[in-house]
């Protein structure tokens, strides 16, 4: 594949009116990836024999215009509105020359949308504020990059109404900073893996689709304090309620409890399923202390990392010719777990020279970056298991 991007931004900013900031911008962006003579997407069979030639082109051509405005409504009230208005042109260019051939296949879709956003922040006292947000997200629709003409289904474009209230504040000593939020989306775009043949070449190919509903929910906190000079302590904890509302048509990878074997391409009904990538607690803790040594400055620094299961890249249940037990369980998950990071570093005191050690995964935890499967069974990529070094550097 090949790739060639275009992108340029103007903003004109305003600032001379009293109480009030204005910035209004356009925006605009080409973008064509292609494959290329002389192989495009070749399949082989025995022998190296050419079975198909795919060829395969995707435009983008979009432009943004904006205007975000800034107005204190008074001593401690501060009052933001802005909005975009943003229109893309897809268009799919795809043929295949071989077994299964079929002629040059176009596709053009035009995506549109104005999304508005409006804030207020109150200043309860100097560096301590509560603030309540509306924004509204779009992300364009597109194609798939398909094998076949039957494959393509145009990817709508998707839009997420998202609210949320905070409280920050920030000392001398500590900054604390609190949110909760509320996100709708519709025709969220989701991953999902489906078979491909091209001519009699198939194989596993992502995918993305249109969940029609999702919704998501949660609070974070994170607190930093330096309780005495030279150690610094950070905390920070999150709750996410995030899940699949409407989705009763996905592509999944469940089970035949009659076989014992993975059934791919599966319809199945991911309503009310967690979202990939979406655990339900996280938390982290570090610290670091640094003090005077042998001429210079000795830096100790931990940190732990806890996440709840979740499920990891791929949604899929165990889907309706599983056991009843799991049909509607999520295969593909991540146990819950927590990291544990050290280091210690010495640096001279013309700081251009430093020396560390490092542990990372201290307790050697297995876990997973990606987890799927295919016909021929389950698959995944391990993350990285426990790793300790030693580091030194020079800064000019």
Not at 82 to 90: A, M, N, P, T
């Amino acid at each position: 594949y090949a790739q060639d991007t275009f992108q340029q931004t103007v903003d004109f900013a305003i600032d001379a009116i009293d109480r009030f900031d204005l910035v209004v911008g356009a925006s605009y962006y080409d973008d064509k990836a292609y494959t290329h003579d002389p192989l495009h997407r070749t399949s082989y069979g025995p022998g190296l024999a050419v079975l198909s030639v795919s060829r395969f082109e995707l435009k983008a051509n979009a432009f943004a215009i904006y205007a975000d405005a800034t107005y204190q409504l008074g001593d401690r009230l501060t009052l933001g509105l802005g909005g975009r208005y943003s229109q893309e042109e897809k268009t799919l260019k795809l043929d295949q020359l071989g077994s299964g051939a079929f002629a040059l296949l176009e596709r053009n879709a035009t995506f549109k949308k104005f999304t508005p956003r409006a804030s207020l922040r109150f200043e309860l006292a100097p560096r301590t504020n509560l603030y309540a947000s509306y924004s509204q997200g779009f992300r364009s629709g597109s194609f798939p990059n398909a094998g076949t003409a039957a494959s393509i289904a145009q990817i709508e474009p998707e839009v997420v109404d998202a609210y949320e209230i905070g409280f920050k504040i920030a000392r001398s000593i500590f900054r604390f900073d609190v949110a909760a939020f509320y996100n709708n989306d519709r025709n969220l775009h989701v991953s999902i893996l489906v078979p491909v043949c091209i001519g009699t070449a198939c194989g596993v190919q992502s995918r993305v689709a249109n969940a029609p509903k999702a919704r998501s929910y949660g609070v974070d906190a994170q607190l930093s304090v330096t309780p005495v000079d030279r150690l610094n302590i950070q905390v920070g904890v999150a709750y996410l309620n995030a899940l699949y509302k409407d989705f009763p048509n996905a592509s999944g990878t469940g089970v035949n409890a009659t076989n014992d074997r993975n059934v791919t391409n599966q319809t199945q009904d991911w309503s009310d399923q967690q979202m990939a990538r979406a655990p339900t607690w996280s938390g982290n803790i570090s610290l670091d202390y640094t003090f005077p040594l042998a001429a210079g400055d000795l830096r100790l620094a931990g940190n732990m990392a806890y996440t709840d299961s979740y499920v990891i890249n791929n949604a899929s249940i165990y889907g309706p010719l599983a056991p009843a037990g799991l049909a509607r369980q999520q295969r593909f998950r991540q146990k819950a777990h927590a990291l544990v990071n050290l280091q210690a570093t010495w640096t001279d005191s013309s700081e251009h020279y430093s020396l560390g050690v490092y542990a990372t995964n201290l307790t050697d935890v297995q876990t997973r970056i990606t987890y799927s499967a295919g016909a021929n069974g389950d698959y995944g990529t391990p993350g990285t298991p426990r790793q300790i070094g030693v580091r030194a550097g020079y800064q000019f």
